[in-house]
């Protein structure tokens, strides 16, 4: 059964299955029903967002031109990737130059500085329906909690989405570890898990403009 924001608290029996599976090696703890005060929801949407802004995330989170961004090594700020780079409509690059053409996937770890970073998933921009950059807070947190902007997903979807990175070695692992000298996102893979469940518990809040 789908969870939907205004309908999963109170039907946590929709989140045990994926406290049951394979979660690539993360811990599920999901609250009871009513234990995240608002508050704390918003807190930790605020670290959520966090992750989100940060380059090694809203790099690959562009708009429908699909021109990835990077960040060169010592700064924060991002620029349109070298090279001429464009993801195009296939969001990997088919049109002109796919992103695996240097982007390897690849189990190995990312040591050297200045070569393509690789993950054990194809390496692609995020859809379209997920741009982040030029957005607010409260305009992404609009987009993460419905199903039309987020892959369809609800709380027990977004658990599920993270844990299965988790489990392949995917995109978003990639961001808590980049290797190479690369600045990670805040936090940890685990600390991000439990802030979108802790948010997600407290009814999804989202910050006031």
């Given amino acids: 059964m789908k969870?939907?924001?205004a309908l999963f608290l109170?039907?946590?029996?929709?989140l045990a299955s994926v406290?049951?599976?394979?979660?690539?090696?993360?811990?599920?703890t999901v609250p009871p029903e009513g234990s995240v005060p608002m508050a704390e929801g918003l807190a930790a949407w605020d670290r959520i967002n966090e992750v989100f802004t940060h380059p090694r995330c809203i790099n690959c989170h562009v708009d429908a031109d699909a021109v990835p961004l990077w960040t060169l090594m010592g700064e924060t700020a991002t620029r349109p990737h070298g090279?001429?780079?464009i993801g195009?409509?296939?969001?990997i690059g088919?049109?002109?130059l796919t992103c695996s053409t240097c982007h390897v996937t690849s189990e190995r770890p990312n040591t050297l500085p200045h070569a393509p970073p690789h993950a054990n998933?194809?390496?692609?921009?995020?859809p379209v329906e997920f741009v982040w950059t030029g957005r607010t807070s409260s305009e992404i947190c609009a987009q993460v909690r419905n199903p039309d902007t987020n892959g369809d997903r609800d709380l027990a979807g977004l658990i599920e989405h993270i844990t299965h990175d988790a489990e392949v070695g995917g995109l978003i692992s990639w961001g808590f570890?980049?290797?190479?000298?690369?600045?990670?996102?805040p936090g940890t893979l685990q600390s991000h898990l439990d802030d979108i469940i802790a948010w997600g518990i407290a009814g999804m809040p989202c910050p006031e403009e």
């Fill in 83 to 85: 090279m001429n780079i």
């Fill in 121 to 126: 998933m194809d390496w692609q921009l995020a």
């Fill in 19 to 28: 406290a049951l599976a394979d979660t690539g090696g993360l811990t599920v």
């Fill in 177 to 185: 570890n980049p290797g190479g000298g690369r600045d990670a996102a």
């Fill in 3 to 5: 969870l939907r924001p």
């Fill in 88 to 91: 195009g409509e296939s969001r």
């Fill in 94 to 96: 088919a049109q002109t």
């Fill in 10 to 14: 109170g039907t946590i029996l929709g």
